[in-house]
């Protein structure tokens, strides 16, 4: 590997929500091997969040910080921009990846699940981009969430998550009109890349990627590489939802 010789002061910083394991861990690793500075956010897994930090700042001393909040906390969601911020004197990226993802039956729906799907998939994201968009506007830098596939054609037996992602994908829209030209917005929707962490049996798996017409499942690094795209190397592009998932959204 190419010895990385960008200077320190020039560094770009990015924040990633989730970002202890699965697809966040993923997309804070490629970003920092891309040489931005990261900030890891977590709810409860400090001890993961701690690890690949630590793993980080080995590779590259000071380059890796990992601060904790519950996104489901509005007073939180501020502090976590500005904490990141100060790390090291600017914000270049955000990206709005932690997400709450398990079945609702719709009768079964209370406030407080409602609350918590649509608190952490939609109302997080925004107000962290909300609290960002100054620091982020200094530094034409950029946003980009983790959408889903599901918010065009929505999930059997997860109604408030499919609702919550097509909501997020709205919001990737309408925040690349209201905060453009200086921070471009876009989103990444991911299809069979991680199995659910509930049970999922083989059969329904294989039907998933017989789906697909790569005919086969995708890995968290395909979202970290489309997510360093849109951040680094699309100076052009803005309210546009990248998605990756092996072409299973167009087979009806």
Same mark, same amino acid.
């Given at each position: 590997?190419?010895?990385?010789?960008?200077?320190?002061?020039?560094?770009?910083?990015?924040?990633?929500? *989730?970002?202890?394991?699965?697809? *966040?861990?993923?997309?804070?690793?490629?970003?920092?091997?891309?040489?931005?500075?990261?900030?890891?956010?977590?709810?409860? /897994?400090?001890?993961?969040?701690?690890?690949?930090?630590?793993?980080?700042?080995?590779?590259?001393?000071?380059?890796?910080?990992?601060?904790?909040?519950?996104?489901?906390?509005?007073?939180?969601?501020?502090?976590?921009?500005?904490?990141?911020?100060?790390?090291?004197?600017?914000?270049?990226?955000?990206?709005?990846?932690? /997400?709450?993802?398990?079945?609702?039956?719709?009768?079964?729906?209370?406030?407080?699940?409602?609350?918590?799907?649509?608190? /952490?998939?939609?109302?997080?994201?925004?107000?962290?981009?909300?609290?960002?968009?100054?620091?982020?506007?200094?530094?034409?830098?950029?946003?980009?969430?983790?959408?889903?596939?599901?918010?065009?054609?929505?999930?059997?037996?997860?109604?408030?998550?499919?609702?919550?992602?097509?909501?997020?994908?709205?919001?990737?829209?309408?925040?690349?009109?209201?905060?453009?030209?200086?921070?471009?917005?876009?989103?990444?929707?991911?299809?069979?890349?991680?199995?659910?962490?509930?049970?999922?049996?083989?059969?329904?798996?294989?039907?998933?990627?017989?789906?697909?017409?790569?005919?086969?499942?995708?890995?968290?690094?395909?979202?970290?590489?489309?997510?360093?795209?849109?951040?680094?190397?699309?100076?052009?592009?803005?309210?546009?939802?990248?998605?990756?998932?092996?072409?299973?959204?167009?087979?009806?």
């Amino acid at each position: 590997m190419a010895k990385d010789t960008t200077p320190k002061a020039v560094r770009k910083v990015a924040i990633i929500t *989730g970002a202890a394991h699965r697809i *966040g861990a993923s997309i804070t690793q490629k970003l920092h091997q891309s040489g931005m500075n990261v900030v890891l956010h977590y709810r409860h /897994s400090h001890q993961e969040a701690q690890c690949l930090c630590d793993d980080l700042n080995a590779i590259r001393p000071h380059s890796a910080a990992a601060l904790q909040a519950d996104l489901h906390h509005q007073e939180s969601l501020s502090p976590l921009i500005e904490k990141s911020q100060r790390q090291w004197g600017r914000l270049d990226l955000l990206v709005n990846n932690a /997400s709450s993802f398990y079945p609702t039956e719709v009768a079964d729906v209370t406030e407080e699940i409602w609350n918590e799907l649509l608190g /952490s998939n939609l109302k997080a994201p925004f107000f962290l981009s909300q609290a960002a968009a100054p620091h982020l506007k200094k530094q034409r830098g950029s946003i980009v969430n983790i959408v889903d596939i599901h918010a065009e054609r929505p999930l059997k037996n997860h109604p408030l998550y499919s609702i919550a992602k097509a909501g997020l994908v709205m919001m990737t829209k309408s925040l690349a009109c209201e905060l453009g030209p200086e921070i471009r917005v876009n989103g990444v929707a991911p299809g069979a890349i991680l199995w659910p962490d509930h049970d999922m049996d083989d059969e329904t798996r294989a039907r998933i990627i017989s789906r697909t017409f790569l005919q086969r499942q995708g890995e968290a690094d395909n979202i970290a590489e489309a997510v360093l795209f849109l951040a680094r190397s699309a100076p052009y592009t803005t309210g546009h939802i990248l998605t990756v998932d092996g072409g299973r959204s167009l087979n009806s």
